[in-house]
Structures are given as structure tokens and as C-alpha cells.
């Protein structure tokens, strides 16, 4: 029997690599582009992504984090009239 210490595994992912991991077509769906778009973002590096044997993978917290990044808040100021 192994003795439980209370400590979880420690993973040696970094928090972005971690979660489900994606095809190039799934991020493509979910992104609403065609395939090229996302293998643009993996050849210039602009999003996380992991090999698994000759396959491209991208975590579903990388996806996230790019879509994140790329939020644009409104403007949320109103313009009074003013008095005639």
C-alpha cells in the first residue's frame, strides 16, 4: 500500500500547457476560421501549443488565453447633450 502524504502530484506542465488538448481542426471550429489561421498562430508562435509525436496539439487554456488577450473592452462613457 503507498502512503497518502496529502499532496497532490506536482505536474511539470506549465499552467497553459495543462487542461484538454486540441486539434488543429477543433481551434479552428471553435475559433470559426478555416485550419490556416491556427497553424499561422503555431508557425509564428503566437499561441502555446504542444507536440505529441509528429502532431500539433494546443491546450484548451492556451486558446483561452489567446482569445483573452485579443478582448477589447467597450466604451462605456456617454456623451450628454448639451443645454440649448
Request: aromatic share 4%; charged share 30%.
Amino acid at each position: 500500500m503507498t502512503k497518502k502524504t496529502g499532496h497532490e502530484p506536482t505536474s511539470l506542465l506549465p499552467e497553459l500547457a495543462r487542461g484538454r488538448l486540441l486539434t488543429v481542426e477543433e481551434v479552428a471550429e471553435r475559433l470559426g476560421t478555416t485550419v490556416r489561421f491556427p497553424r499561422r498562430l503555431i508557425e509564428e508562435r503566437r499561441i502555446v501549443f504542444v507536440h505529441v509525436g509528429r502532431n500539433v496539439r494546443i491546450p484548451e487554456a492556451a486558446l483561452e488565453a489567446f482569445i483573452a488577450a485579443g478582448l477589447v473592452e467597450p466604451i462605456t462613457t456617454t456623451r450628454r447633450r448639451r443645454a440649448a
